[in-house]
Structure formats: C-alpha cells, structure tokens
C-alpha cells in the first residue's frame, strides 16, 4: 500500500525558512518522479515544484523559483522542500505526490499524479 506522509510544516514569519518532508511507504521513490504541489484558502490546488526519477532534473512555478528547492534522499525514501524567504502568499496546504508512471521525467500537471499525502499546513505571517 503506497503512503505518503508530510511534515515540517507551521507558522512562521515573513523571510523565514521552512523544510518540508513527505516520507514514503509502500514504494521506492528512487523509481518515480515526485512533486509537491500547494491549496491556498479559497484557491485550487496548484503545481509548486516538481523531481526527476533520474536525472535530478527538477522543475519550478515561477512564483517559488529561485527560494524554493526540491530535493530527495532515496536512502531514506524522502523528498523535501526547501523554502526559503518566505512570503504570506505561501501560505497553504502543501502535498506531495507521486507520478503516475514511471516513464514521466517531472511533471507539472496534478492529473500526472496518482498517489497524494495529506499535506501539511504552512502559514506565512507578514
């Protein structure tokens, strides 16, 4: 059963850093590529960032480039995002996924997603 599991999630300040986790089970996340993707009150879930399976190729929403990085440690079944200078528009609910196939190198589409956590809050005060 494949599970997916955020944390490092809270409240926090303008310009402050945040790490977040999504620890997996259930699958090797060496195999597939990851994304995390965000909710804003009274918004649709949106792409935020996305990691290749292989090539380490990693791809961005303009509105985090630059102060956000994707990353994972295959040994410990884990992919994070680091955020840095964070802003109150970053305020959401952030997710991690898992592609839908092991073919996609990253992917921004959330239908290119199969397997989803239940996300942790992060709330940005200005």
């Known amino acids: 059963q494949v599970q997916l599991a955020e944390s490092g999630g809270g409240l926090v300040q303008a310009g402050d850093s945040l790490r977040l986790s999504c620890t997996a089970s259930g699958l090797n996340i060496a195999m597939w590529a990851m994304g995390w993707f965000r909710r804003a009150p009274g918004k649709e879930r949106e792409f935020v960032a996305s990691?290749?399976?292989?090539?380490?190729?990693?791809v961005y929403a303009d509105s985090v480039k630059g102060r956000f990085t994707i990353s994972r440690d295959n040994a410990k079944n884990t992919v994070f995002l680091q955020m840095n200078s964070l802003k109150s528009e970053d305020t959401a609910v952030y997710f991690c996924a898992r592609a839908r196939s092991t073919s996609y190198n990253t992917a921004r589409d959330q239908d290119d997603y199969n397997y989803w956590g239940q996300g942790t809050q992060v709330t940005v005060s200005s």
């Open positions: 990691l290749s399976r292989r090539s380490g190729m990693s």
